[in-house]
């Protein structure tokens, strides 16, 4: 691929489309997030979860392997909202917990979105659009002028935390409509239910202006507690009792047949015992664990097939923009084999403990790829996203885009779907320049290459990306690793001291970067 080629002429499909869209109605734009969603668990990414409606998606819309993330749901959601590095924002760490504020005294490192950057609420509401936002903020929540109202959306529903019980959610966990703090909603209660329930009344709510929306449905799903449906738990039972080994294995061999992979890669590096040398009961627990997750997969395909259908019935589904997209890698939190919490605190509404399935189930859940969420290895910063438009793009339904793309370029590509503006200035504050590319070139040209670099870190895991070679440092260490992306895309061998030249390029690169985007200074 030769990488100059479109790095001079990827902004110039940006003017030819911002033409034809100007033709034609604006589209309405719906986001839909998934929290801690691992790369391969989807059916349309490898996964042997059934995922019917979101592999009906990928049938009518496309799918990237390409995908690049920010490493954990704050900075990943406040980079994907704004267009910017999650630094930029001023959430390079951790935001604000139930508990207070998680400021660094530093600007990258506030703990909230401050006021030198715009969400996709504000600017699109700008164009004219309807705003709403159902589901999880994650992006400030101590003060009324960080929550969503304040930051762009006509209405929101949702938690303000970065996690919840799915079955009784109350306390600093709570949920919040609009500006009012909720209490502990009802029973039975079920957040993802309950949380595309109210994405499809703002849908039917809105003034009858014929204005277009933009519809945030910011799932808390599949992230821990392990809470489930019990009808949903019961499809999946028994189904893991075969080990990590196959049904990693099996799930490789669906992603080579696919096309998402390369059947040279190899499986990353395994971090775990192996499945024989479990217990009975360690294996029946571990066999649970992994059920409610599939459960939890499971119930959030099954939701966004409503609002699919819902799209349907209304007539609204051929000009309707819609992302689909993980925030980060699987969540192998606490890092340990077991997890944390007993299978015997799974959907107990009233435990204090947050069942999680582990970090070998995490490891499944990236296949084939090294690490897991917060870690700048594959694993942890590239996860799966589909793209679908079908008023515009229904002639590429079901293909494949390896080109490199990552999550500001959510905010370009809507701006320049809606043909709206992005501001130098708002409410008097100077607004960061956009870092995002619209993506809406690489649908029609696959070869398109609209980055040149892109960058990373959170907790000093350290990324960087050109062309087809990776450098990466880990919390773990001191040393930059380097990647032939093209060859081992799973991380294997380090080619740091066969190719010094190019990692020390990337590594001047990636300082560059750091310097100029609030990554430093750390603390105060």
């Known amino acids: 691929m030769d990488a100059n080629k479109w790095l001079v002429s990827a902004a110039l499909p940006l003017i030819s489309l911002n033409c034809i869209a100007q033709q034609t109605k604006q589209p309405n734009i719906i986001l839909i997030v998934a929290d801690d969603l691992g790369y391969s668990d989807l059916g349309c ?7 019917p409606h979101l592999d009906e998606l990928a049938k ?32 390079g760490a951790m935001t604000e917990t139930p508990w207070g504020p998680d400021d660094w005294g530093t600007p990258g490192y506030k703990g909230y979105l401050n006021h030198n950057c715009v969400t996709m609420g504000e600017v699109l509401r700008e164009a004219g659009y309807h705003t709403y936002l159902s589901g999880k903020w994650h992006l400030g929540m101590h003060g009324q002028e960080k929550w969503p109202l304040q930051r762009g959306f006509d209405h929101f529903y949702g938690i303000l935390a970065g996690a919840c019980s799915y079955l009784r959610p109350e306390g600093g966990r709570g949920l919040t409509e609009d500006n009012t703090r909720l209490p502990a909603p009802e029973q039975p209660y079920y957040s993802t239910d309950a949380f ?43 189904k893991y009792k075969k080990g990590w080994r196959a049904v990693r294995e099996a799930r490789l061999k669906r992603m080579v047949k696919m096309g998402l992979v390369d059947p040279k890669w190899r499986l990353a590096q395994w971090e775990a015992r192996t499945w024989d ?55 192998a939190e606490p890092h340990v084999e077991k997890g944390s919490g007993g299978v015997d605190m799974i959907n107990d ?25 917060v870690r700048a290895y594959e694993g942890g910063t590239a996860a799966p996203f589909i793209v679908s438009w079908p008023a515009r793009y229904a002639q590429y339904g079901g293909e494949i885009r390896h080109n490199r793309i990552f999550l500001p370029d959510l905010m370009a590509t809507f701006i320049d779907a809606a043909h709206a503006t992005y501001p130098e200035t708002y409410q008097g504050n100077t607004i960061f320049p956009l ?34 070679w990776k450098a990466v440092k880990d919390q773990d260490s001191n040393k ?11 991380e294997h061998v380090n080619m740091a001291l066969e190719r010094p030249k190019i990692l020390k390029q990337l590594v001047a690169e990636w300082n560059k970067w750091a310097d100029s985007h609030q990554v430093y200074p750390k603390h105060k």
């Open 45 to 51: 990414y490898g996964g042997e979860i059934p995922t």
């Open 196 to 238: 595309t329930d109210r994405a499809i009344g703002f849908i039917d709510d809105r003034p009858a202006d014929g204005a277009p929306y933009f519809l945030f449905l910011s799932y808390n799903a599949p992230h821990w507690p392990l809470q489930a449906k019990q009808e949903d738990i019961d499809k999946f039972l028994g």
């Open 435 to 468: 870092e995002g590319k619209t993506l809406l070139p690489t649908i029609e040209q696959p070869d398109a290459v609209i980055h040149d670099y892109i960058f990373s870190e959170h907790f000093d895991n350290c990324a960087v990306w050109w062309e087809n």
């Open 480 to 490: 930059w690793e380097l990647y032939d992306l093209t060859a081992d895309r799973t």
């Open 277 to 331: 040398e479990l217990t009975e009961q360690e294996k029946n627990d571990m066999d649970m664990k992994m059920a409610v997750y599939a459960a939890q997969v499971h119930c959030m395909d099954y939701n966004i097939g409503r609002l699919m259908k819902h799209l349907e019935e209304k007539g609204e589904m051929d000009n309707t923009i819609i992302v689909f997209l993980s925030d980060n890698g699987a969540c």
């Open 60 to 91: 009518q819309g496309l799918r990237y392997t390409q995908f690049y993330n920010a490493g954990r749901s704050c900075p990943s959601r406040a980079s994907m909202i704004t267009g910017l590095y999650p630094h930029q924002t001023g959430i």
């Open 349 to 373: 509404p009233s435990s204090s403990d947050k069942p999680s399935y582990g970090l070998p189930w995490a490891q499944v859940s990236n296949t084939p790829y090294r690490k897991y969420k």
